[in-house]
């Protein structure tokens, strides 16, 4: 069965205090890892796809990268507008196009 | 910039009542996904659409679900006789390609 497992649960940094967020995962083989963010009481909101192993992406103060078996999520010197949940989906080879979700990190970045 | 979206954003119904959750994919995607949260634990799949017709589903979405794309431009998920259970969030999502979807703002749907 495919897992996808995110940590820390929660996380509280100061602004300014750099730090990577984990998505380790199994699957029999990977077609895409997603990371999302998303607010309280609002949808996820897309923020990157990584295909295969040692690609990253990167978008303001996010960094995204990719091994053979997890993820992070590397956040620079972060604002309070970074608060959010962060979701791990990770799309395995195979008959379905269905991603399995991460239970995410809570991010709180304090002023 | 193109986005899902979806109404009501809140839904209150009592027990066995049917409500239809409705969502405008984006325009050009072709795949399109119902999920559902419940406060405080993961995104769920239940159902995903393509070519007009259901491509996956999940054991969540039993025979109190439908989905219809009654024309070129809504989607929508219907519970025939609502639980108390299924009182979540529910968020519509659309891809193009069948990889990276785009989440709706969600309805919240309370059962009462």
Not at chain 2, 18 to 35: D, M
Not at chain 2, 43 to 56: A, K, M, P, R, T
Not at chain 2, 71 to 84: E, H, M, P, V
Not at chain 2, 89 to 100: K, L, P, Q, R, T
Request: with cysteine; glycine share 8%.
């Amino acid at each position: 069965e495919d897992q996808v497992t995110q940590s820390p649960e929660a996380l509280r940094l100061q602004e300014g205090e750099s730090s990577s967020l984990n998505c380790s995962y199994t699957v029999s083989g990977l077609r895409g890892l997603f990371w999302y963010r998303q607010d309280p009481g609002k949808g996820p909101e897309f923020l990157f796809t990584l295909y295969s192993a040692g690609e990253e992406k990167e978008k303001e103060r996010l960094k995204a990268t990719l091994t053979k078996k997890e993820s992070f999520l590397h956040i620079t010197a972060p604002k309070p507008e970074d608060s959010a949940t962060y979701l791990c989906a990770v799309l395995a080879s195979g008959g379905s196009y269905i991603p399995t979700f991460g239970r995410g990190t809570s991010l709180i970045v304090h002023p | 910039e193109p986005e899902v979206t979806q109404t009501p954003s809140h839904q209150v119904t009592q027990m066995g009542q049917e409500v239809i959750l409705r969502c405008v994919p984006i325009s050009n995607h072709l795949y399109f996904y119902w999920y559902r949260q419940i406060l405080g634990q993961k995104v769920e799949f239940l159902v995903s659409f393509y070519n007009n017709e259901i491509s996956e589903k999940s054991e969540i979405f039993d025979d109190q679900f439908s989905v219809e794309r009654p024309d070129g431009s809504n989607f929508t998920l219907k519970i025939r006789s609502t639980k108390l259970e299924d009182s979540a969030m529910y968020f519509c999502a659309s891809s193009v390609d069948g990889y990276e979807q785009y989440f709706g703002p969600g309805t919240r749907l309370t059962v009462t």
